[in-house]
């Protein structure tokens, strides 16, 4: 009897181990699907524009789903941005109105349609004037580093498009003054969760409630979006469009971080490279070579500027 009782017990516990199992199996499962499919934030429209006393860097910020990424509706968002001080100056972003400092976010929407324009500047089906982005934040993250936020006024419900697809769409517009506009902008994403945490985490889906009529607001606490983790961002758009610059499929390196060298591969002919540091500074200069040794700089990002005959590439390289 004893035996017996002690085989059964043996075997209940043998079905709850393979539940328990099966259960890790498949929330293991559903964890890949969830961090294989995220977002891709961009630049495009890169541009230097003069306004008849300063001169100004332009470029627009551009979100999309990817990697298979379901279509949805944008809640709060967070972006980190870093730019070469020789051109625009330490602490872009003093605090004050925006006409007066180094820096301007704007998102012009014309109120043609509910998804036409910036995205942050998209107001709600029923009234339009009524914005469902707002509490929007400028911080200088560091010397060179500045941050952008914004959160979510209204509900998820009071418009019904996804505004996020799989095609680009304009999130905001930069403007940057420009202290010396012969200076390389040199403006790339920060996206190094080494150097700010979770950077490519500061995405989510919108608050509900999801059914209403009305123009009610977003209540993050009791229907709360979803966050999006490990968002992907591209650079390259924010070069300067000039008739010299080389397309960046023409031009790859490898590997990237890397902590000894640095390949470049190109079907083009390599001149010479410059590797400035993030505050701009020009901290190596190599002749006609497709490889470079990175061991004796420090940790962090730099970019490349590699010359061929063609014209020019830049590149964000990040050396750990």
Do not use: W
Request: glycine share 6%.
């Amino acid at each position: 009897m004893i035996i017996n009782s002690n085989l059964k017990s043996i075997e209940i516990m043998k079905n709850n181990y393979r539940k328990i199992l099966t259960t890790i199996y498949f929330a293991f499962i559903a964890s890949i699907g969830m961090y294989a499919q995220t977002i891709q934030i961009s630049f495009e429209n890169a541009q230097n524009t003069n306004d008849g006393v300063n001169d100004f860097y332009e470029v627009d910020v551009m979100i999309q789903t990817h990697d298979g990424m379901a279509d949805f509706k944008m809640g709060a968002a967070q972006f980190y941005i870093n730019y070469n001080t020789d051109a625009f100056g330490v602490n872009i972003y003093d605090g004050n109105d925006q006409e007066n400092d180094g820096v301007e976010i704007t998102f012009p929407n014309d109120g043609d349609g509910p998804l036409e324009d910036y995205i942050v500047g998209q107001g709600i089906d029923a009234l339009p004037t009524l914005k469902i982005y707002g509490t929007l934040q400028l911080n200088n993250n560091t010397d060179f580093r500045l941050s952008y936020s914004n959160q979510q006024t209204f509900s998820s419900g009071t418009f019904a498009e996804n505004n996020i697809t799989s095609t680009p769409k304009k999130l905001v517009h930069i403007k940057m003054k420009y202290l010396d506009v012969t200076q390389d902008p040199m403006v790339v994403f920060e996206d190094n969760e080494a150097i700010v945490d979770m950077a490519r985490d500061q995405f989510f889906t919108a608050c509900g409630p999801t059914a209403v009529t009305v123009a009610d607001v977003a209540n993050c606490a009791a229907n709360p979006g979803s966050q999006i983790i490990d968002a992907v961002f591209v650079s390259e758009g924010a070069t300067l469009s000039l008739d010299d610059i080389v397309r960046s499929e023409d031009v790859t390196i490898y590997p990237n971080p890397t902590s000894q060298y640095i390949n470049i591969s190109t079907a083009l002919n390599v001149q010479n490279i410059e590797v400035y540091d993030i505050l701009g500074k020009l901290v190596l200069v190599v002749g006609d070579s497709n490889q470079i040794n990175v061991e004796q700089f420090q940790s962090g990002i730099y970019l490349l500027k590699i010359y061929t005959d063609k014209g020019k590439a830049t590149k964000k390289i990040v050396i750990k």
